[in-house]
């Protein structure tokens, strides 16, 4: 049964660091394009960044380039968005996705103070 699980989210200051998981079982995260996901409250979901399979490359969304970094601990299957100079924009419910597929995680709270 594939799942993924986000933890690591909680309540941070303007400049402040966070750093996601996602851990996912019943598949291999290093063979799968993965990709982090983020929804604002009365906005739409929007693609944070993406990983392709065997980590040959990562993509991110304009608004985070240069600061939020994805990666994966492949002996851990365990997805990672490491995000560094947060600012309140950023502040939102986070997910993991298996890209091409309809799994999705349950979401992971981020708060960013001002």
């Known amino acids: 049964q594939v799942q993924l699980v986000e933890s690591g989210g909680g309540l941070v200051q303007s400049g402040g660091s966070l750093r996601l998981s996602c851990t996912a079982s019943g598949f291999i995260i290093s063979a799968s394009a993965m990709s982090w996901h983020r929804q604002a409250p009365g906005k739409e979901r929007t693609l944070v960044g993406q990983?392709?399979?065997?980590?040959?490359?990562?993509t991110y969304a304009d608004s985070v380039k240069g600061r939020f970094t994805i990666s994966r601990d492949n002996a851990k299957n365990t997805l990672y968005l490491q995000m560094n100079s947060l600012k309140p924009d950023d502040a939102a419910v986070y997910y993991c996705?298996?890209?091409?597929?309809?799994?999705w995680g349950k979401g992971t709270l981020v708060t960013v103070s001002s």
């Open positions: 996705h298996r890209v091409g597929t309809t799994y």
């Open positions: 990983i392709s399979s065997w980590s040959t490359g990562t």
